[in-house]
């Protein structure tokens, strides 16, 4: 079980930037992996960035090169660095927490609540 709570979110223009935050209830180190997923009015879920304990890295084509996830062990939290921000960027954004129950494999996901990001024009 892992609570999520997201914050950093807010109203930009294009251009600009943004860090969002996700800060967990437990220590990541038991965390497989973690990730940003947004979603914008209208549109599907999708995965914008993850990373997994080990440090490896992945990211939406749509985002390469603007967006950095980051994970701040000490604080429990996961970060997402937002650069050049493009108006289709505008979605609320999800933090993802992913367990794997070794004895099971048993996969777990868990959400935070979200946090907008809005980007005009």
């Known amino acids: 079980q892992v609570q999520l709570v997201e914050s950093g979110g807010g109203l930009v223009q294009a251009g600009g930037s943004l860090r969002l935050s996700c800060a967990a209830s437990?220590?990541?180190?038991?965390?497989?992996?973690m990730g940003w997923y947004r979603q914008a009015p209208g549109k599907q879920r999708e995965s914008v960035a993850t990373?997994?304990?080990?440090?490896?890295?992945n990211y939406a084509d749509s985002v390469k090169g603007r967006f950095t996830i980051s994970r701040d062990n000490a604080k429990n939290t996961v970060n997402l660095q937002m650069n050049s921000l493009k108006p289709e960027d505008t979605a609320v954004y999800y933090c993802?927490?992913?367990?794997?129950?070794?004895?099971?494999?048993?996969?777990?996901?868990?959400w935070g609540q979200g946090t907008q990001v809005t980007v005009s024009s």
């Open positions: 990373i997994t304990s080990g440090g490896s890295t």
């Open positions: 993802n927490a992913k367990l794997v129950i070794t004895p099971t494999l048993s996969t777990y996901n868990y």
């Open positions: 437990r220590s990541i180190f038991s965390i497989n992996a």
